[in-house]
Nanobody
Framework: QVQLVESGGGLVQAGGSLRLSCAAS????????MGWFRQAPGKEREFVAA????????DYADAVKGRFTISRDNAKNTVYLQMNSLKPEDTAVYYC????????????????WGEGTQVTVSS
């Protein structure tokens, strides 16, 4: 099992930036892909971004493409989500996920989840 701990959430004004971090521990050797999902109150959980743990492949939801960047530091077992030009509709709890399988936009494909970190964007 992989343990994931997110940090970096908070309150920011529209147009601002935040960087989320996700530190992985445990069976990190089993990780093939990591990513971020988010869930706003009353809405479905939605895919945000994903990357391959050792490689350059990334994937982004259309809603965040060009504004968010996912990256990783293998030496620190940490994945980041740099969020720029934030909008009120980005407000949600953001979850870090890990999988031993290929990247996917489906949350069902990810075995390990963090507790989540709240991001609130004010207008």
């Amino acid at each position: 099992q992989v343990q994931l701990v997110e940090s970096g959430g908070g309150l920011v004004q529209a147009g601002g930036s935040l960087r989320l971090s996700c530190a992985a521990s445990g069976r990190t050797f089993s990780i093939y892909a990591m990513g971020w999902f988010r869930q706003a109150p009353g809405k479905e959980r939605e895919f945000v971004a994903a990357c391959v743990w050792s490689g350059r492949l990334t994937d982004y939801a259309d809603a965040v493409k060009g504004r968010f960047t996912i990256s990783r530091d293998n030496a620190k077992n940490t994945v980041y989500l740099q969020m720029n030009s934030l909008k009120p509709e980005d407000t949600a709890v953001y979850y870090c996920v890990a999988s031993p399988q290929l990247m996917s936009r489906s949350w069902h494909r990810y075995d390990d989840w963090g507790e989540g970190t709240q991001v609130t964007v004010s207008s």
